[in-house]
């Protein structure tokens, strides 16, 4: 079964970027839809976008113009990277596959970003 | 965007009973015959699990007691005969179009 985990830095200051990179193991990434979703502390969740090898996009609108999300087939590796990040971006972002016609199959474990100075 | 409002917010349940868990979409999810909805389940500190996806279709290693039900825009989430290790937050999830958007979630409890 296909494998995710999530590693970055876990503060970022306001107004810089957020980068992400989520590693796959157990499978090639080209196989994948993949998607990252992100939820604050305590809260319910939110759909960033999902990407394939091939360079196809999709991102939430809510977060349009300051997401980017690509995938590095050499190392099997997801990246997400947010610009301009306020405290509202402060969450645990989890990177997942998609399964079927769409729907979020396997998640990795998560890992939590704050945004503070 | 489609709105996914599930009801209740929290829901306390007894062992052995049945809890029901409902998600209303805010417009039709359904595709060909098929309703793009999914369940999943998240205990604290983890990820969510898949529990459900095409609204009835139980995920791999998913136990039968969970089932799902509904067509269009009305949903439903049961759990037969509750267990302990059922304690969780409950969202249903809608993707049928972009942006994927999920419901409040629903924190079910043991009375």
């Known amino acids: 079964q296909v494998q995710l985990r999530e590693s970055g830095p876990r503060l970022v200051k306001p107004s810089e970027t957020l980068s992400l990179i989520c590693t796959v193991s157990g499978d090639s990434i080209s196989n994948y839809y993949l998607t990252w979703i992100r939820q604050p502390p305590g809260k319910g969740l939110e759909y960033i976008g999902y990407t394939r090898y091939n360079g196809r996009t999709n991102y939430n609108p809510s977060l349009m113009g300051r997401v980017t999300l690509s995938v590095d087939t050499s190392n099997n590796q997801l990246s997400l990277r947010l610009t301009s990040v306020t405290d509202v971006d402060t969450a645990v972002y989890f990177c997942a596959t998609i399964g079927g016609t769409g729907y979020v199959d396997d998640w990795g474990q998560g890992t939590l970003v704050i945004v503070s100075s | 965007d489609i709105v996914m409002t599930q009801s209740p917010d929290s829901l306390a349940v007894s062992l052995g009973e049945r809890a029901t868990i409902n998600c209303k979409s805010s417009q039709s999810v359904l595709l060909n015959s098929d309703s793009e909805l999914a369940w999943y389940q998240q205990k604290p500190g983890q990820p969510p699990r898949l529990l459900i996806y095409?609204?009835?279709t139980r995920a791999s290693g998913v136990p039968d007691r969970f089932s799902g039900s509904g067509s269009g825009t009305d949903f439903t989430l049961t759990i037969s005969g509750l267990q302990a290790e059922d304690v969780a937050i409950y969202y249903c999830?809608?993707?049928?179009?972009?942006?994927?958007?999920f419901g409040q979630g629903t924190r079910l409890e043991i009375k």
């Open positions: 095409l609204a009835s």
């Open positions: 999830m809608q993707y049928y179009t972009s942006p994927r958007t």
